[in-house]
């Protein structure tokens, strides 16, 4: 005879954890029935257990084989280097995408590669945005090409901010780049 009066209407959230318990206990229940086993049965459980647990991750997820664990050493070289190379190849694409060389003097090596502020309000922009050298990259690869920017080499961006001009524009220097021959 179905027991009316034990019964009532739950809601869906009550429902939820009315089921929750259950399976718990079941899983408490199972745990109990194992302890007491002998430990080579224990052994075997615990092992299709895990089989059948990582049968079901590798069905979700296809892993494919198992890489080789890292070292905290290894993890953080390997780290390093992402880094690198993904900070060189947004160099790379910065540089293609601000005239591929120097303005100033031609060279054409993304090495040298910097941006050189034409109104000189870069500490303005840093003090604003407060980015770090890597970040800014970051950021500026996302904006399309901005106009108050240019690309200078090492060399002609520190003689530019350091003393107002390039000697490839000094006509007295031995250094000098003429404009017209260009
Ligand atoms: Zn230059
Ligand atoms: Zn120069």
Redesign the pocket.
């Known amino acids: 005879m179905p027991r009316i009066a034990n019964s009532k209407i739950m809601t869906s959230e009550e429902l939820r954890l009315h089921k929750q318990k259950l399976r718990r206990k079941k899983y408490e229940n199972k745990k109990a029935k194992i302890a007491l086993m002998p430990p080579e049965d224990q052994q075997k459980i615990r092992e299709h257990q895990n089989e059948v647990e990582r049968k079901y991750w590798r069905r979700k997820y296809d892993t494919g084989p198992r890489q080789p664990a890292k070292t905290p050493e290894e993890r953080s070289a390997y780290k390093v280097q992402w880094a690198r190379e993904k900070r060189q190849r947004v160099r790379i694409e910065l540089f293609n995408r601000y005239g591929g060389k120097c303005v ?2 031609g060279i054409s090596d993304y090495r040298w590669f910097t941006l050189h502020h034409k109104n000189h309000d870069g500490g303005v922009e840093r003090n604003h945005t407060r980015l770090n050298a890597a970040n800014r990259l970051y950021h500026l690869i996302k904006q399309p090409k901005r106009d108050d920017l240019e690309l200078l080499c090492y ?2 961006h520190l ?1 530019e901010d350091f003393f107002g001009g ?1 000697p ?1 524009k000094d006509p007295t220097s031995a250094y000098f780049i003429s404009r017209e021959a260009t």
Do not use: D, R
């Open positions: 100033c003097c060399n002609c003689a390039c490839h």
